[in-house]
């Protein structure tokens, strides 16, 4: 089984930054491609970034494209997210996903995920 856990949302007004940061347990975490993904109220998950098991190689949604930054530290079992520039647009609950399959690529849909943590609000203010 793989654990993962949200931590660094909470108010912030548009223009301001937060990193979001998900710490994995429970097994090999370099293995793995991972991503986030967020989901507003009403709306349906969203897919916001991706990076692969080495942090090689990462892809980000147009809409947070030159914001949004995602990296991994695998020697400490944690996958970041860096949002900048942050917009009213943004506010979602932000969860980490992790790929169930060694060494996968990229996925941007929720379901080539396999693991997933409870999330973390996120609230960006006008």
């Known amino acids: 089984q793989v654990q993962l856990v949200e931590s660094g949302g909470g108010l912030v007004q548009a223009g301001g930054s937060l990193r979001l940061s998900c710490a994995a347990s429970g097994r090999t975490f370099s293995a793995y491609a991972m991503g986030w993904f967020r989901q507003a109220p009403g709306k349906e998950r969203e897919f916001v970034a991706a990076?692969?098991?080495?942090?090689?190689?990462?892809y980000l949604a147009d809409s947070v494209k030159g914001r949004f930054t995602i990296s991994r530290d695998n020697a400490k079992n944690t996958m970041y997210l860096q949002m900048n520039s942050l917009k009213p647009e943004d506010t979602a609950v932000y969860s980490c996903?992790?790929?169930?399959?060694?060494?996968?690529?990229?996925?941007?849909?929720?379901?080539?995920?396999?693991?997933w943590g409870a999330g973390t609000q996120v609230t960006v203010s006008s």
């Open positions: 996903a992790a790929r169930g399959v060694k060494g996968s690529g990229l996925g941007i849909r929720p379901y080539e995920y396999d693991y």
């Open positions: 990076i692969s098991w080495s942090g090689g190689s990462t």
